[in-house]
């Protein structure tokens, strides 16, 4: 056979004895990933044209987040808001408050892993939905019910996210007017009309960042800010003389409905995170660890919240203010306080508007780059948002309309409504899969691998053992479906929270264009 040996043909090179030091370092591969820009495109020229889609270096893109960014993120996003406003809600609420925050938390991070499982589910019955990650809530709406619901979040969504940034520039302008009102005694007043400006203005060059995973050293900084204002607030709260006897003025009684529904819906404005979350977890490394980052983000700022409203209620009892702020006494921490607090609005306004920016700019076909047009866009929403800003007498007279109007139904009746229904749909998939996979074999509809699972270890425990007992507990819970159960309970008590909420704000509506803001008032003075 050697008849047929090529010639000029280079022999296979022997392996090397020599330490692995000593050889040659190979040079790491980019990754490549496809671009599907032109896919659609007809006509495309011959240079253009190929049957594979065209490649983009992944070296490029920005690394995605870790959880331990992604929990900075969820940190950030809460901002100062339960710090200043739970103690008063507390102290009004008595010893059923806890209880009650404690249990609209928990709805709050159960409603997103819902969501978060609805993104997961949907990356395996449709892949292209991730060509729709600039607007991620408004996908799974389109994907589970249709486009007409789809655009009613998109809607709801944009609301909400303009909606609770005019809160955080109020009261940044507030606490800086304060600081100049305090330092001089009263004799100098800077307007909170111009601080709004000021804090527009600031917030600007922050609002044309990109997608969170653009801001990571943005989260690192405002979380650090974030850990002096807790230091410091709860420094001012150790300081300040006590009012009358410890925890004065709490009762044990049930506070009544309309102060409960109040309560509500603050509560589902401070601790909201779902407008964000499904960014979040596009954006993140392992996405399957985002209701890990949701969670304990949460958990964070809830604990550092109760344990300062504890101290707030042993000093000032029923004394306290609707703002913390107002109950403390002047120094110079509390100065620095004040500003620094400001500085975090900042950053607070910045990560949560992302989601809100990047469905508009997909509705402009906006390139993910920075462009005059990114800039354009996002300065001319910023404006808007000052100007509303400037005519709302304080930041405690939208968190009634907005937690309960506007950020209800997306915290509390989306999330179970898509879960259901894409877990619906996902079933039906596996079933039509399976069926195409076995032809005309007689096929068991019925196969559970997760009873098939689960025979062998109930086998193998012992029947009285904790971990028999656990077992027979999750085997129970399974047959039962109470994934769905919950949910349908979440989804009622959804429905009739945001009900309610929504018809004691059409009678408080009056009320808030009744009290006319400063700037409001100074320009209709003759």
Same mark, same amino acid.
């Given at each position: ?16 004895? #020599? ?30 044209? !190929? ?18 960014? #992604? ?57 292209? *939905? ?18 007409y619901v789809s655009l009613l979040v998109s809607v709801l969504l944009d609301l909400s996210i303009f909606a609770m940034a005019v809160p955080s520039v109020v009261m940044a302008a507030e606490n800086l007017e304060a600081v100049v009102l305090r330092m001089s005694a009263g004799h100098y007043n800077f307007s909170y009309c111009y601080w709004a400006i000021i804090v527009g203005l600031v ?25 002096? *204002? ?57 996405? !399957? ?10 958990? *964070? ?18 004394? *306290? ?25 900042c950053f607070s306004v910045t990560v949560a508007s992302s989601a809100m920016f990047l469905q508009i700019e997909n509705y402009f076909k906006l390139p993910e780059s920075l462009s005059l047009k990114r800039m354009a866009i996002r300065s001319t929403v910023l404006a808007l948002e000052v100007l509303v800003a400037e005519f709302v007498p304080s930041f405690n007279a939208l968190m009634d ?32 899969? #399976? ?49 769905? !159960? ?24 009056? !009320? ?15």
């Amino acid at each position: 056979m050697f008849f047929f040996r090529r010639k000029n043909v280079k022999p296979a090179p022997r392996p090397s004895r #020599a330490p692995s030091f000593a050889l040659p370092k190979r040079r790491s591969s980019v990754q490549l990933m496809p671009s599907h820009q032109h896919d659609q495109l007809p006509f495309l020229s011959r240079t253009r044209f !190929s049957a594979l889609p065209h490649f983009r270096a992944y070296e490029d893109e920005p690394e995605n987040l870790s959880l331990f960014i #992604a929990i900075l993120y969820v940190v950030d996003l809460f901002g100062i808001f339960p710090f200043v406003t739970l103690p008063a809600m507390l102290v009004e609420l008595g010893y059923f408050g806890i209880l009650l925050v404690l249990s609209i938390i928990f709805l709050q991070i159960y409603t997103s892993f819902l969501l978060s499982q609805c993104w997961t589910m949907a990356e395996h019955l449709d892949p292209s *939905i991730l060509q729709k990650r600039n607007y991620p809530y408004a996908a799974l709406a389109e994907l589970a019910y249709g486009p007409y619901v789809s655009l009613l979040v998109s809607v709801l969504l944009d609301l909400s996210i303009f909606a609770m940034a005019v809160p955080s520039v109020v009261m940044a302008a507030e606490n800086l007017e304060a600081v100049v009102l305090r330092m001089s005694a009263g004799h100098y007043n800077f307007s909170y009309c111009y601080w709004a400006i000021i804090v527009g203005l600031v917030i600007c060059p922050l609002m044309w960042l990109g997608s969170p995973k653009h801001m990571r050293g943005l989260a690192i900084i405002a979380v650090c800010v974030m850990i002096l *204002i807790v230091a410091l607030l709860w420094f001012c709260l150790f300081a300040a003389p006590a009012i009358g006897t410890p925890f004065e003025g709490i009762s044990m009684e049930l506070p009544g409905f309309l102060t409960v529904l109040s309560s509500y819906s603050i509560l589902a404005f401070q601790f909201d995170i779902h407008p964000v979350l499904l960014t979040l977890q596009i954006d993140m490394k392992r996405k !399957s660890q985002v209701s890990w980052a949701a969670t304990i983000g949460i958990a *964070i700022t809830c604990s550092v919240a109760i344990f300062g409203s504890i101290i707030a209620a042993y000093k000032f009892g029923s004394m *306290i203010a609707s703002n913390l702020l107002q109950s403390l006494p002047t120094s110079v921490p509390f100065y620095v306080m004040l500003i620094l607090m400001s500085l975090q609005l900042c950053f607070s306004v910045t990560v949560a508007s992302s989601a809100m920016f990047l469905q508009i700019e997909n509705y402009f076909k906006l390139p993910e780059s920075l462009s005059l047009k990114r800039m354009a866009i996002r300065s001319t929403v910023l404006a808007l948002e000052v100007l509303v800003a400037e005519f709302v007498p304080s930041f405690n007279a939208l968190m009634d309309v907005v937690g309960g109007t506007i950020t209800g139904p997306l915290v509390f009746i989306l999330p179970p409504l898509l879960y259901r229904r894409i877990l619906r749909m996902e079933r039906v998939h596996q079933r039509i899969a #399976a069926e195409a996979s076995y032809g005309s074999l007689p096929l068991d509809l019925n196969y559970d691998p997760v009873e098939l699972e689960m025979e062998p270890l109930l086998v193998a425990a012992k029947p009285n053992s904790p971990r028999g007992c656990w077992l027979r507990l999750v085997r129970l819970l399974h047959r039962l479906d109470c994934d769905v !159960s919950c949910t349908m309970g979440v989804l009622l008590f959804g429905i009739l929270a945001t009900f309610l909420s929504t018809y004691l704000n059409l009678f408080s509506l009056p !009320s808030l264009f009744t009290n006319n803001s400063p700037c409001l008032s100074n320009l209709t003075k003759p």
